[in-house]
């Protein structure tokens, strides 16, 4: 009846035989993580370059730090049993160090190594027999203006490494724009690939997430709308024909094993106008097109991620309504993350709002999401996208 | 596509603007109700009397003091907005000093002071016209004696102050009983009152959220199946005719409309076998009986009550599939607050399971809990009891 006194009784030091989980980042997906590994009962500490990350409120320590430096990383994994990653370009030499000193690091860092370099993600999907667009590694404009020429028209020049949210990205549309687009992206300074334009119609993308066993959760399709290579809303599921979800489905999961994956690892696909699927990138790590699944299905992606790299059994991922919706809040201009318009938001009967906490604003940044369940899409589109228009950070209001 | 990289960007110190909320207490009730504020972008603070309380790990800061201490008290609520508790018997002077400097306390300390006082709850309870269980205050053995003859046996002589889980209760069987009842109790040493026992079939219950404004959002009526005065099953929805459902929900809002309730309460109520139903006892905070919302209504417990006192809309109480179970976890013996059993619980479909991160577990105390949703009760309750069975903390496994 009354358990508040309890908490009275004894509350000492000594956390010995719970799991310590380690995360490298310290943004909302470490933090949405760090919330589900604490209600398993793990210990979790965040590196994190800066204080006052939005994860460090949501760990029991936060570690500040450069995670690049393989010393920090070394005294920081002394003080957990598990090191994961909310950050893809985390160096993975500086994470081999940990993980030869015997401290389990999941995704492993072969997978990430093969991850970090876009071209050998790609290889290595082509390598398993999955449909990805035709790509090729330049070296020179030379090289360049050949596979363009090769590939057709419109390209897409993209950085090796460290692309992301669009950045690193350049979109050859005619041969004019060849030396440009190679000067824009270093002149060669840093390894690029080229890749031909897919003529999607439609972004989907999925969850999946592996044990260190091999066992295999795969959440339902999604799709995903973007704006200025951003994702704005993530509709669940996808309204695709069952033989598209299925070959979706399985890609995805083909696609995870193809790359060794443990954890959490987001699956953005492009649907083509004759139901043609390609892998357009895998993200080793909880993703954006997931954060539906708090809300929308048994398990989340974020427990989920838990529960395989502690090697736990995987939970259900089976939706808990019919339909989800979720909509990013991004930043409107520079200034305090406050939200303004919150009250309002709440109003609308269903709606889950998520502030991230970060302690600034910025245009386009990622300030929170919304999401919302319905019997419906229609109900649950309506409901998120309402109670997200009500919100804004960094305006003046 | 990539939203951890922006984590990089800016991360620093000033959260002004942030509502900044103050819980006293810091153990799993703090701990979720920490949880659903910063997901609403609330900074969260907790004042406890001890290092590595459960809710230290879920809030932004913890400050270490006595709660019953004014001046910690003071120091504590200069640093934020809104204070509220976890733990219903905290010094309502204490926090009547901090509510007179203009700091909100919600629930308010008139609230607070009426329900700590079990005698006045009771009074006010039945000069609001709800039916409760007769009872009297005794201030000696002889008006004991007398009440307990003319309200009939048997009769539970209970501390008007701080009972909980049984604590602070006696139960009068016989005439005999009455001397050593009265004796056990302090001999007159603390203030009592005795009531008459309440010949229940049922323990029914619902959290009642209200508003400053007055409105209220009321849960669906659940079941509670106690053993030695401890909750250890919850069963949602309440399986009663839907007259008494009606009837008891009406009695749940007009009990908190009575004292002035502002924030999230426990209603419990006692169902007899004629359908008649009394109100036990109000809880001025979240509760046992409400924990099961956070997966199996649209909005929990613990987001409503920062809703309300921050005053915002209040959510959507409906629940979120047909059955919800919750089931609570007990340390069967003392001895490291770790979960044993966890990875077999987890293989339970659908099982939502929530370790508090206590350090130390004791026999009895409530280390954690089980929810899980299903399309019936059978199903949620086989899925809840199943996972729960194989948790344990505390033993040698």
């Known amino acids: ?5 309890d908490s009275d009784i004894l509350s000492s030091p000594g956390h010995g035989g719970h799991r310590r989980l380690g995360i490298v980042g310290g943004g909302q997906l470490a933090s949405m993580t760090a919330a589900a590994a604490r209600r398993l009962g793990c210990d979790v500490v965040v590196l994190e370059r800066y204080a006052f990350s939005p994860a460090s409120h949501a760990a029991g320590d936060t570690m500040i730090g450069d995670w690049n430096d393989a010393a920090v990383l070394t005294r920081f994994a002394q003080g957990v049993d598990v090191v994961t990653i909310e950050n893809e370009f985390v160096s993975v030499d500086a994470l081999a160090a940990i993980e030869a000193q015997g401290v389990a690091v999941w995704p492993s860092t072969p997978t990430l190594r093969l991850m970090q370099d876009k071209l050998t993600q790609k290889e290595t999907l082509a390598g398993a027999g999955l449909a990805v667009t035709p790509f090729a590694g330049v070296s020179s404009v030379d090289a360049l203006r050949e596979t363009v020429h090769r590939l057709g028209l419109p390209a897409v020049l993209k950085t090796r490494r460290n692309g992301y949210d669009g950045k690193g990205n350049v979109t050859i549309r005619s041969s004019d724009e060849i030396e440009s687009a190679w000067r824009q992206l270093g002149a060669g300074t840093t390894p690029l690939y ?9 972004e989907v993308a999925t969850i999946v997430t592996r044990g ?12 995903t709308i973007q704006a200025d290579h951003i994702c704005r809303v993530v509709k669940a599921p996808a309204d695709t024909p069952d033989r598209v979800t299925v070959r979706a489905t399985d890609m995805a999961v083909a696609a995870i094993e193809a790359v060794g994956g443990v954890g959490s690892f987001g699956v953005e696909m492009f649907l083509t106008a004759d139901d043609s699927l390609f892998v357009n990138e895998l993200a080793p790590r909880v993703h954006n097109s997931g954060h539906y699944t708090i809300e929308g299905c048994l398990c989340s992606q974020f427990e989920n991620h838990v529960r395989a790299i502690m090697g736990w059994p995987l939970g259900a991922t ?32 269903g709606a889950h709002v998520h502030v991230y906490g970060k302690a600034m604003s910025g245009a ?17 589109l309506h409901a998120a996208t309402s109670a997200a228009a009500d919100i804004t950070f960094g305006s003046q209001q």
């Open 1 to 5: 009846m009354h358990e508040a006194f």
């Open 364 to 380: 386009g940044r990622k300030m929170g999401h919304v999401t919302a369940i319905g019997a419906t899409m229609t109900e649950a």
């Open 212 to 223: 260190i066993d091999g066992r295999v959760a795969v959440y339902p399709l999604v799709e």
């Open 318 to 349: 089976v939706m808990t309504a019919p339909a989800a919706v979720m909509v990013n809040l991004l930043g409107t201009a520079r200034g305090p993350g406050v939200p303004h318009g919150l009250a309002n938001a709440l109003a609308v009967p």
């Open 194 to 202: 080229v890749e031909a334009f897919c003529p999607f119609e439609r």
